[in-house]
């Protein structure tokens, strides 16, 4: 069974930057590693859909959110079955919970992982928090 597990999620300051991690762990019955997955962000607020942020996709394309495109980036080190989320400049409006989330399908075009519905496993979720 394929396990996310998100940390770094931490009260910060207006302006502040914030790395999030991911660690992957585990197989599904494929045996997939996570380089094979497309590994995404979203985002959550009480009483809001989940929002989604940033993906990268098992060949490498990426795509982030208008709303946060210049200042977050995602990466993704095979290596260590982890994923990124990299906050510069964040702002009042960032604070959620963070979500990590992997997708088996392989689908052609990145548009396509900015909906949650695409996405098999879950985190747990790491609460952000930034003060003005």
């Known amino acids: 069974q394929v396990r996310l597990v998100e940390s770094g999620g931490r009260w910060v300051q207006s302006g502040d930057s914030l790395r999030l991690s991911c660690v992957f762990s585990g197989r599904d019955r494929s045996g997939r590693t996570i380089s094979t997955y497309t590994m995404g962000w979203f985002r959550q607020v009480p009483g809001k859909e989940r929002e989604f942020v940033a993906v990268?996709?098992?060949?490498?394309?990426?795509d982030v959110a208008g709303s946060v495109k210049g200042r977050f980036t995602i990466s993704k080190d095979n290596a260590k079955d982890t994923v990124y989320l990299q906050m510069n400049r964040l702002r009042p409006e960032d604070t959620a919970l963070y979500y990590c989330?992997?997708?088996?399908?392989?689908?052609?075009?990145?548009?396509?992982?900015?909906?949650?519905?695409?996405?098999?496993?879950w985190g747990q979720g790491t609460q952000v928090t930034v003060s003005s």
């Open positions: 990268i996709t098992y060949n490498g394309d990426i």
């Open positions: 989330a992997a997708s088996s399908p392989f689908y052609a075009s990145p548009d396509v992982y900015t909906d949650a519905h695409v996405y098999d496993y």
